[in-house]
């Protein structure tokens, strides 16, 4: 059973900087996809950030963004410690959301309905 665990939220100034992580135990077989969503107050979940692994025991991986953070964030992860991580920079008031991560197996799709496995969450807060 896949299990999803969030850390790394927290308060920050406008411009700021966090790195979320989210550790997964249980495997996934064969092609899979990790992502990052976020659901500000009163607002619908978004997907955020996607990473697409082969899991065939090569390096590739493919990325994709939403257009509100493009050149801000960064998805990555690392498979020794099953963890993917979201790299925020530049962080804007409209960032402030809960942000969760998800995994499905096969292609990467950032349409949260796709998604069989969740975490918890964590906030991020974004102050000016």
């Known amino acids: 059973q896949v299990q999803l665990v969030e850390s790394g939220g927290g308060s920050v100034q406008v411009g700021g900087s966090l790195r979320l992580s989210c550790a997964r135990s249980g495997a996934i077989a064969g092609r899979y ?50 963890t993917l991580y979201l790299q925020m920079n530049a962080l804007k008031p409209e960032d402030t959301a809960r942000y969760y991560c998800a995994a499905k197996g096969g292609s990467c799709i950032l349409f949260m309905y796709d998604y069989p496995h969740w975490g918890q969450g964590t906030q991020v807060t974004v102050s000016s």
């Open 33 to 82: 996809c990790m992502a990052w969503f976020r659901q500000g107050t009163g607002k619908e979940r978004e997907g955020v950030a996607s990473f697409y692994t082969l899991n065939d025991g090569t390096t590739y991986n493919s990325t994709t963004y939403a257009d509100s953070v493009k050149g801000r964030f960064t998805v990555s992860q690392d498979n020794a410690k099953n």
